[in-house]
């Protein structure tokens, strides 16, 4: 709304204002005239019958006048405003209730409308690809694999391209852009990049255009082309200055020259944290002709009328004919897994916002039902007005509007306050949301945000409306009028209603408290995790090697010979090493085929899949993994020498049951391409190196013997880790000034960075609980005070007839525990059934946990009977004669 606009509505309301006014003021002349001209024409004519006889002509007037508002509609205009005046009146009168009314309510409406913000923009905003419902992100789906899914070889992915026709289109890129950096090296120093290789079709599959430039053609993505790239909107922002002669231009990425064809729209950003585009076919070509090599995942458009079940049973055809076709580097049992593109962005996402959304949903009902109890509080003490408008011919329509014209007071500045909650909510929701979280970053508290708190504020105003008019019936009217009858009787259903508020209430509150118990209960189980590696004084730091002098496997092998050798000199550390991957830094990893000396082929095949690692010598004193049993790698195990490995505990005692039956026995790696065979010279402990939740199988190769790259240096100091990171920057540039340094990180912040969404939900629902918790006790108080102060004579005359004040005490606190204890029973039973919905959130706690829900029931009785105590306590303190005489 304007200003101009709101200036405009505020003169509209002062002029109905002056509109009464005037028609006072011309009512009192009007008459007085009328009377002077009875008298003047009718001499002799008392001036009492003149006034009389004017009055009736003016009411005669003034009834034709009314009647022609109401046909232009104005007479419902006129009466709405006098009752919305009169409304704010009342609210005005009772500043206590106005006040614990609007708050209550407005944090509730704060913190659901800050959620659906968070909510709108993780699931609801379509995503900016067109007819995204038809876009398909298809892998093979590998029952033996760690993460479920298996990847596609090159040669497989051309298969598929030919042969389906369920598909307009497919694109194929690596499943991550974790592992495909480039170095950008320019003005400002060399910086690590972040890239997707993609085959042409890519940007036609999204349904997205650069908007600079053009996409990959079909010659560029061929071997031996020219190298071309197509960056993100934010790396040409922040590295280029966004500047439009981009185009053409030539960067140097990890020491290759790139021509620059392309800048993506700022919302194009699939895959996830990809800086810059570049044709797959300029991988090497060992890699693409391998069809065992797999490293690819597939995204399609579906054609339309196709369903996904109609795509699976033709995608399951293709995969059969390849095992088939190609028995030697194709598994059998693979099946394909077909998931929509938004399932994928979205990730893990909704069911954490889901249950928060919910969560919020049930804090509001809370907050509803305290409001609700302090309106049939205040009707109490309004009934005889209430009985008398209805005696006086009010129906329960005209209550409604009187009631809703006070709801609509109550709920404007409701909806303001809600709306401010909302914006200060959303903004501790971004501050303190891990990255993982998708939507929460660009949440803002849109339209829709802001029209889901104006529902909520009016059906609010509905509420108030209807209460009355529901609370209210004849009999009501004639007991409310005769002598004080209402102080003993109640106020029939009314008193039905506000009793059923108290359990209704306690309900909620019990769903709430168990799922927070649950939340918490789960992320205290999650830091007792014994992560198998030491986190104090580690720092770690990304090196990817880039170059043409870098291609070679020795040299990549003899620059972590140096680097570590450097490192190690130095008085600040302790231990350095380098390894592949670091501790949880994701579920993306080396997935690694074995089999034990002894095995039979089909035996071998059954294996559990392990994770693979290769590591230099100190690497687990540097990082702080205990040695179980033989020995740790030393420079002697170089690539001539005998193969040698290190296993962790879990793997050794599957096949041998215990670590020191496994030194000296063989294991044999890669059993697709024939493998060779190793000795096991140690045995580890067990570490969390893909999952905070869980270890897995381990396998170590030295970093001799391997020409898979390392990529991580980790390093224990001898003091503050942090400290050490421009150390490490300047030793790394005297071995080259061109490698760049990135995700320069302490074990102590990636352990943190692991919990984060297990943190950031146990914080949301221990803030809702603890809400939920001071919003019950507050709401089963109220409802108890009202009670016993309505009762008040009541309990005086018991008083009086010789009732103890202890039998009186007795008798407020179990008619309250009663509706609490049935409130607290059903909440079990509803949390016992919602609970299951927390499953993919908890570790190592069932959503069943019986002591959990002992606890929450415990909490709230005493809650309960703490809120039940007071006010009984303090309306027998009154003398009886008092609670004898209170109207």
């Not at 209430?386 to 009631?403: E, M, S």
């Amino acid at each position: 709304m304007t200003a101009g606009e709101m200036w405009r509505r505020l003169i509209f309301f002062s002029r109905w204002g002056q509109f009464h006014r005037d028609v006072e003021e011309e009512m009192e002349q009007h008459v007085a005239m009328k009377a002077q001209a009875h008298l003047d024409l009718q001499e002799g004519m008392p001036p009492g019958e003149a006034r009389n006889a004017a009055q009736r002509e003016f009411g005669n007037t003034l009834l034709l006048r009314e009647r022609s508002r109401n046909q232009r509609g104005w007479g419902v205009i006129e009466a709405l405003l006098q009752d919305l005046r009169y409304g704010a009146r009342m609210l005005r009168k009772n500043p206590g209730f106005t006040v614990v009314a609007v708050v209550t309510l407005a944090l509730g409406i704060g913190i659901s409308t800050a959620i659906f913000s968070v909510m709108y923009s993780a699931l609801l905003r379509p995503l900016p690809y067109r007819d995204q419902r038809r876009i398909m992100v298809v892998w093979k789906g590998n029952p033996q694999s760690v993460s479920t899914v298996g990847e596609l070889s090159y040669q497989e992915f051309e298969d598929w391209s030919r042969q389906s026709k369920s598909f307009e289109a497919m694109a194929a890129m690596p499943t991550t852009v974790y592992g495909y950096a480039f170095t950008l090296n320019g003005p400002g120093g060399p910086r690590e990049i972040e890239s997707a290789r993609v085959t042409p079709s890519f940007f036609s599959v999204l349904g997205v255009h650069p908007k600079l430039g053009r996409s990959f053609s079909a010659s560029e993505d061929s071997p031996g082309a020219a190298p071309t790239v197509i960056m993100s909107d934010a790396l040409w922002w922040n590295q280029f200055n966004a500047d439009a002669k981009i185009i053409g231009r030539n960067i140097n990425l990890s020491g290759v020259g790139y021509t620059v064809i392309g800048v993506m729209p700022r919302k194009c950003t699939f895959p996830a944290g990809a800086e810059v585009w570049t044709p797959l076919a300029l991988m090497p070509q060992k890699l693409l002709q391998n069809r065992g090599a797999v490293f690819l995942q597939v995204i399609g458009r579906l054609r339309t009328g196709v369903s996904i079940e109609e795509a699976k049973a033709e995608l399951t055809g293709i995969i059969e004919r390849e095992a088939a076709e190609y028995p030697e580097t194709t598994s059998t049992g693979r099946f394909p897994v077909v998931t929509p593109l938004p399932e994928i962005v979205i990730g893990s996402t909704r069911p954490v916002v889901y249950l928060l959304w919910a969560a919020s949903l049930l804090l509001l009902t809370i907050g509803c039902m305290n409001a609700t109890s302090l309106l049939f509080a205040r009707l109490l003490v309004r009934t005889k007005e209430v009985a008398v408008r209805v005696a006086l011919g009010a129906t329960r329509g005209n209550l409604f509007r009187q009631f809703s014209a006070e709801g609509l007071a109550l709920a404007v500045p409701v909806a303001l306050l809600g709306v401010g909650a909302a914006r200060v909510a959303l903004g501790v929701l971004v501050r303190i949301a891990p990255q993982g979280v998708y939507g929460i970053s660009s949440a803002t508290l849109n339209s829709a945000a802001v029209v889901f708190a104006c529902a909520i504020s009016l059906l609010i105003a509905i509420v108030f409306g209807a209460a009355p008019a529901v609370a209210f019936g004849p009999t009501d009217v004639e007991r409310f009028l005769r002598d004080s009858g209402e102080r003993v009787a109640g106020f029939g259903q009314g008193i039905r209603f506000r009793n059923f508020i108290l359990p209704a209430e306690l309900f909620v509150t019990t769903i709430l408290l168990v799922g927070a118990a649950l939340v918490v209960h789960s992320y205290y189980n999650l830091q007792r995790v014994k992560l198998g590696f030491d986190t104090r004084n580690v720092l770690t730091a990304e090196i990817r090697l880039s170059g043409e002098k870098w291609r070679n496997p020795t040299a990549r092998q003899n620059f972590f010979r140096e680097l570590i050798e450097r490192l190690q000199s130095r008085p600040e550390v302790a231990y350095a090493g380098a390894v592949l991957l670091r501790p949880l830094e994701g579920i993306i990893g080396w997935d690694a085929h074995y089999e034990f000396d002894g095995q039979d082929a089909e035996t071998a095949r059954k294996n559990p899949i392990a994770n693979l690692e290769v590591v230099t010598p100190d690497y687990f004193r540097a990082i702080g993994t205990p040695l179980i049993a033989g020995r740790y790698f030393m420079p002697t195990d170089m690539d001539s020498s005998e193969s040698a490995v290190i296993v962790n505990e879990q793997l050794s005692k599957d096949r041998f049951g215990s670590a020191a039956d496994s030194i000296g026995k063989r294991i044999r790696l890669g059993l697709e391409d024939g493998g060779h065979w190793s000795e096991i010279v140690g045995v580890v402990g067990n570490a969390h190196y893909r999952d905070l939740g869980q270890s897995e199988r381990d396998i170590f190769l030295p970093y001799l013997q391997t020409s898979i790259p390392l990529r991580y240096v980790v390093v224990r100091t001898k003091s503050d880790p942090a400290s050490f990171t421009p150390i490490l920057r300047r030793e790394v540039e005297r071995i080259d000034k061109d490698q760049a340094v990135a995700h320069v990180r302490t074990m102590g912040k990636m352990v943190e960075s692991a919990e984060a969404t297990a943190r950031f939900s146990m914080l949301l629902f221990l803030l809702f609980g603890i809400s939920a918790a001071v919003l019950a006790s507050v709401g089963v108080y109220g409802i108890v005070s009202e009670s016993v102060i309505h009762r008040r004579r009541e309990i005086g005359i018991r008083m009086a007839l010789g009732a103890q004040r202890g039998d009186v005490l007795h008798m407020v606190i179990r008619e309250g525990m009663l509706l609490a204890g049935m409130g607290t029973a059903a909440g079990i039973v509803g949390a016992l059934a919602l609970t299951r919905f927390l499953r993919s959130m908890l570790f190592e706690i069932k959503p069943t946990d019986p002591w959990t829900f002992v606890g929450v029931a415990i909490l709230l009785t005493i809650v309960a009977m703490a809120a039940c105590y007071i006010p009984a306590r303090r309306v027998l303190e009154v003398d009886p004669m008092v609670a004898l005489r209170y109207e």
